[in-house]
């Protein structure tokens, strides 16, 4: 009985009864167990109890740490500030190729938010690790010349400082050439 009670349940939900009823059974008053003839049960068990109370405790505890330590993370590693950061120090003019090749709109002289590029295009792997474009979807699309692509999104924090530096002038796009510098 035990056994299915502990399949259909799954481990937050069991911990989350384990330490309501070790918490109900270790702080109520001697007249509230006594009159749920409770009393044999609490004391025979309380090391028990209080054990369990402990370690479900702790198991809540260690959520929550681990809670409060990813948000402060992810305050500190911003990946919009990452990216930001990179595509204005570090960004390199083949990568900036990339982009404009994938993601420029000619015809509105603004940059999409999404567009193909090639699985074996190793310029898209620092783009991806510094959270400036994503894969869109699994699914590959063959061009005439054999090779697959995959869509890509442009995060929208790298769309908007593209666009911007874009209407500011910082990015100037010919027909086959380009000038950039990202403030």
Do not use: H
């Amino acid at each position: 009985m035990i056994k299915s009670i502990i399949e259909k349940l799954k481990l937050k939900e069991l911990i989350g009864i384990l330490f309501g009823s070790a918490l109900i059974i270790t702080i109520l008053p001697y007249d509230i167990i006594s009159y749920l003839k409770l009393v044999e049960v609490r004391e025979k068990y309380q090391m028990y109890i209080s054990l369990c109370l402990i370690i479900t405790s702790a198991y809540y505890i260690f959520n929550i740490l681990g809670f409060i330590s990813g948000f402060i993370i992810g305050k500190v590693v911003n990946e919009k500030k990452v990216a930001i950061k990179y595509m204005k120090n570090k960004m390199s003019a083949d990568e900036m190729e990339l982009l404009i090749k994938t993601f420029y709109d000619n015809s509105n002289n603004a940059f999409k938010s999404s567009g193909y590029m090639e699985y074996s295009d190793g310029r898209k792997a620092a783009l991806e690790s510094k959270w400036i474009i994503y894969l869109a979807s699994n699914i590959s699309n063959s061009n005439n010349y054999g090779y697959c692509s995959f869509a890509y999104n442009l995060q929208p924090y790298a769309r908007e400082f593209l666009n911007k530096n874009l209407k500011n002038g910082n990015i100037k796009i010919d027909n086959n050439s380009f000038k950039y510098i990202l403030t």
